[in-house]
Every structure is written in C-alpha cells, then in structure tokens.
C-alpha cells in the first residue's frame, strides 16, 4: 500500500503528522465534516451503534475517536464503559467538551494513546470500533493486530472507512469530488490547506472491500463481512474474534 502522508516532511513519521494534522483542524472538523458528507456520516454511525448493539457490549474501545460523534453515539447500547482513544490532542479536547456537555463523563473516557500499541489487556472489551480512522494507521496490520488482542473472544470489530463506488457514473462523480471538490472545500474553511487533499488521497489509496476482508482474516478475524454504504462511497466492515 502506497505510503500517503499529511505534510511531505521526510524526518517525521506519519503518525507525528497525522497527529499534527489533526490537531490543526481539530477546531472546525464536525462542522466541515457535515458539509463534506452531506450530513450522511451520521446515518452510517447509527447502522454501527446498531451492530454493536446486539452484542449487549459492557466495555467499548473506539479507536481513532477523534472528537468522539461515535463514542457519544455508542451510548445506545447501554454499555457501562466506553473508551474513546485518539492520537490528537486536540480531537480529544473538543470530544471532552461534547462529552461534558452532555454529561456523559462517567460512561465515557477520552484517552490519548496510539492505535498500534493499545494500553489494555488481551480479551478487554466486548465491542471495538474505528469510523473514518484506520487509514491513518502508520502500519495498518499492527494497528489491526493490536485491536484483535484486546477484544474479547466472540466479541464485535466494526470499522467505518471510506470506499471508492465501482460503478459508473458514481465512480467518475467520487473522483471529480475528492480530488477536486473536497481539497477546496478543505481550503476555504481549514487553516490547514494540505489537510483536506490528505484526506482524499489516504481514501484513494486504502485497500477497500474484498482487500481489507483479506487483511483483517490474515490478523486472525473471523466473520468478515463487508456492506457498502451509499453507493460504496463508504463500506460497514464487521468481523468476530
């Protein structure tokens, strides 16, 4: 997989930019994320929480929470404990404010932490979950592998991530989009310009459907299932351990 990274700085890693990136635009992310998604991103979270619902989960890792819209909605499941775990400092701030304005802190923690070296032990939670977050990964296998040790056997990995449609004309109109549309759109509300453009050349270049199937039955998943969402704009991966 083609290595993309926010800022073309050789003497960083992915993560330190990624981290970076994140931070520049953590300010005005939920607000231009509805734009960029035409307000559709919160249909797809709903059909998450809904999946991770039949597994009456206790305790639920959201990995790559950024400002926490899916550990917020994860709620619904009546889980006791829900962990939201990002790398951006400043994601995590805005999602404490969300958090506290809802009063929601003694279900919900925001941690800081990185996704390839998870803080928990092996079989901790009953549900994980990663919206819009695992191409961010500096090594993707890790990360997913991390994920696997910590999940309780039997338990449910669901994981939101953008897709590219494979039929035509929605395959020429998402690449007009991405390459074109959403970098200005990116440009005229963020302070951060490159952002935007990293966001949809990450997209592009994620191993989508039948690829990240094979990735996440390679890590040991069992299940593995893929739903498109909206044309394939965005795909529903589920798995088991």
Known sequence: MEKITPY??????????????????????????????????????KKVVSIVSKKNPDKILDVATGTGDLAINLV??????????????????????????????????????????????DGYFDAITVAFGVRNFE????????????????????????????????????????????????????KDQS?????SKSAAAFPYGEAFNNILQKIGFIEVKDNPQTLGVATIYTATK
């Open 8 to 45: 073309k700085d050789q003497n960083r890693t992915k993560k330190e930019q990624v981290a970076e990136m994140f931070d520049t635009i953590s300010g005005n992310y939920d607000g231009l994320n509805r734009v960029i998604s035409f307000g559709i991103d919160i249909k797809w979270r």
């Open 195 to 199: 952002a935007y453009s990293y966001l």
């Open 76 to 121: 619904k499941t009546g889980a006791k404990e829900i962990i939201g775990l990002d790398i951006s400092s400043g994601m995590l701030n805005v999602g404490r404010e969300k958090i506290k304005a809802k009063k929601l802190n003694t279900i919900i923690s925001m941690v800081q932490g990185d996704g390839e070296g998870l803080p928990y032990e």
């Open 139 to 190: 090594h993707l296998e890790k990360g997913l592998s991390e994920i696997f040790r910590v999940l309780k056997p039997g338990g449910v990995f669901v994981v939101l991530e953008t897709s590219i449609p494979t039929k035509a004309p929605y395959k020429q109109g998402y690449n007009f989009y991405s390459k074109k549309i959403l970098p200005l759109i990116g440009k005229i509300f963020s």
